[in-house]
C-alpha cells in the first residue's frame, strides 16, 4: 500500500512538473483564500495579545465608578445622557462606607495645553489623582517618586508624566526637578512613569498626573470625567455594594434604575473579543469564497488533464494498473496542487501581515493554529474539488482509451 501511494505520489509530481505555469495558475484562487485568513489572524491575534497584556498589567480585580459604561450594547438609552454625574461625595461615601478590605482611589481627567520653554502640546490630558491611584492601577514610575499623602493634603503644585511627554517636551533634558506649565500655572516634575504603550491608537504614555485637590482648587469640584477606582479582592461582592452605596449617594428610589456605571477591564475585554470574532468569522468566510472559487479552477483543470491524458491512461491500464491506482495518481495530483498553493498563502500572508506590522505599528503574532488552519483549508480544497475528476480518470474503460486521439 505504502508503494502504491509512493509511486501514485512520484507520477503526481511529474505532471505537476510538466506543466508549471498551468499549476501555478490553478493555485491562485487557494493562495489568495489562504493568504486573506492568514493575514487576517495575525493581525488579530497581534491586537489580542496586545490588548490582554495591556488590561493584565491593571487586573480583572479593579473597578471605575463612572458616568457612563464603557461598553454599550443594544439600542441608544437616550436617558443616559441626562444622567447626574460621579462627583467627589459619591468618593467620599464610597470612602466612609466600603469595606475596608478594598482600596479607593479617585482620578478627575481634562485636557489641558502644556508648555516646557519653546515647546508646546496641545490637549494633554491631565489627570487628578490620589495617592494610592499608581497602586490601584498597577502603574509604575521610571525615575522619581510617586505622589505622596502630604502632596495631596497641602493641594501642592507636583505633577508626574508619561515617556512620551518626555520625549516631546524636554527632549535629551532629564525632566525630574524642572518646572512646566500647564494651563499656564507651573508645576514640578517630580515624576516618569514607565512606558505603557498605546491601546485602540490611543498613546498611554502621553498622559500627566498632578494631585487631585489641586485640580480642585483651581477648576473646583464640578467636573464631568470623574472616576471612583477601587482594587478588590473580592469583585462581584464589591460590584453589589458599590452599586448600592451609589443608588443610596443619588437617591434613587427601588424602582429606578441606576444612573451611574460600573465598569470592569472584563467588559472590555469581552467586548473587543466579540469585535475580533465578529471580524474574524467575516475574513474566514471570504478565504472559504476564494477556496471554493480556487477549487472549481482546480477540479476544472484536472477535468481537462484527465482529457488530455487519456491514451496515458489507457496505456497504464492495459500494463496492469487498476482503478484505484489511477484515482489515487489524480487524487494525489489534485492534493498536492492545493497544498502546495496553500504553502504559498501561508508564507506570503505572514510577510504580508508582518510588513504591515512595520509600516502601521500594529501589533503582529503568528499563532500555530493560523497555519493548520491554512494546511487544513487548503487540503480539503484539494481532496473536495480533485474526487470528481480522479473518479472520472478511474472509470475510463481502457480500449476507448487506446482509440481516443
Known sequence: MIELLLESLRVSLDSIRNNKLRSFLTTLGIIIGVMTVIIVVSIIA???SKVQQVFSTIGSNVIYVERHPWVSMGPRDWRKT???????????????????????????????????????????????????????????????????????????????????????????????????????????????????????????????????????????EESRRISIVVRSTSPDETIEELRWIMRLSHSLKPSEPDNFSINTQDALINQWKSLTTAIFFVMIAVGTLSLVVGGIGIMNIMLVSVSERTREIGIRKSIGAKNREILLQFLFESITISLTGGLIGI???????????????????????????????????????????????????????????
Open 347 to 405: 508564507a506570503a500572508g505572514f510577510l504580508i501581515a508582518f510588513l504591515i506590522s512595520k509600516f502601521t505599528n500594529l501589533p503582529f503574532a503568528m499563532p500555530l493554529w493560523s497555519v493548520i488552519i491554512g494546511f487544513s483549508f487548503s487540503f480539503a480544497a484539494g481532496l473536495f474539488f480533485g474526487i470528481l475528476p480522479s473518479r472520472k480518470a478511474a472509470s475510463l474503460d481502457p480500449v476507448e482509451c487506446l482509440r481516443y486521439e
Open 46 to 48: 497581534g491586537l489580542e
Open 82 to 220: 441626562f444622567r447626574n454625574y460621579v462627583n467627589l461625595k459619591d468618593y467620599r461615601m464610597i470612602k466612609e462606607m466600603l469595606n475596608s478590605s478594598n482600596e479607593i482611589g479617585v482620578s478627575i481627567s481634562r485636557f489641558f495645553p502644556i508648555k516646557y520653554k519653546g515647546e508646546r502640546l496641545d490637549a494633554v490630558s491631565v489627570s487628578g489623582i490620589s495617592e494610592n491611584s499608581f497602586k490601584i492601577e498597577n502603574i509604575s514610575l521610571d525615575v522619581g517618586i510617586p505622589l505622596s499623602l502630604e502632596d495631596i493634603k497641602y493641594r501642592r503644585n507636583v505633577c508626574i508624566i508619561g515617556k512620551d511627554i518626555q520625549k516631546n517636551l524636554f527632549k535629551n533634558e532629564n525632566p525630574v526637578g524642572k518646572f512646566l506649565t500647564i494651563d499656564g500655572r507651573k508645576y514640578l516634575v517630580i515624576g516618569i512613569t514607565s512606558e505603557r504603550g498605546s491601546i485602540f491608537g490611543q498613546s498611554m504614555d502621553e498622559v500627566l498626573f498632578i494631585p487631585y485637590t489641586t485640580m480642585i482648587k483651581y477648576y473646583g
